[in-house]
Structures are given as structure tokens and as C-alpha cells.
């Protein structure tokens, strides 16, 4: 009987501590669009505008269009005549250091996502 409820304690321990583990996990993760939602609305929003332009791509096409390093995106916008004034954005190491979660709001929030606020 001893022996039966030190396994369900036991279990019950490991229980907790992969909640535990799922809760901090799915935290980073809401914190990461949360990161990438700051760094929209500074830095892309008086372009693109708030929500229309988010949502004009697929998560799929965000994800095609920022890749791993955001390499892409940056020669879109190095290459256009209209973005002089996001070359120093885009060729800092701010944009890199922040790729992953302005990936992570654009696609949370895209056409088959979730209605952004730009605030």
C-alpha cells in the first residue's frame, strides 16, 4: 500500500513539473508575438499601416517571405526606393535580434490568424 502511493506521488510530481515546464514553454511564446508587435508598430507601421497590411498574407507567406534571419524581407525593403528611410532598420543589429518575434506577431496575426491591435 506504501509502495502504491509513493508511485502516485511520484507521478503526481511529474505531472507538475511537465505543466510546469508546458505553462513557461507556451508563455515565451506568447511574449515572443508580444516582442514582435513592439518592433512592428515602431518601425514598420507608419508604412504598412496597423492590421490591413498584416493580414494581407497568409502565415504561410510571412513565413516565406521573413525565412530563418529575416534575409529576404531586408533585401525587399533595401532594394525599394519607397523604404530609404528603414535601411538603417533593416541593416541593424536590432532587426536581427528581434526577426523572431516580428515573425512570430506576423504570423500569429496574418489572413488565417488571429485580428491584430497596433496600440
Known sequence: MIHHYSKVLEMKKK?????????????????????????????CVSCHGKGEYIQSKTAAQW????????????????????????AA???SKKYKR?????RDFLKEYAKDGKVPTCN
Do not use: C, W
Not at 505543466?19 to 513557461?24: A, K, P, Q, T, W
Not at 530563418?68 to 528603414?86: C, F, M, T
Not at 528581434?98 to 516580428?102: K, S, T, V
Open 98 to 102: 528581434n526577426i523572431r518575434h516580428l
Open 15 to 43: 505531472f507538475f513539473i511537465i505543466g510546469i515546464v508546458f505553462s513557461l514553454f507556451s508563455t515565451s511564446l506568447m511574449a515572443t508575438a508580444y516582442k514582435g508587435q513592439r518592433v512592428y508598430a515602431k518601425n
Open 63 to 86: 513565413d516565406a517571405v521573413l525565412g530563418k534571419r529575416g534575409e529576404k524581407l531586408a533585401k525587399i525593403h533595401l532594394a525599394s526606393p519607397k523604404a530609404v528611410d528603414a
Open 89 to 91: 532598420f533593416f541593416t
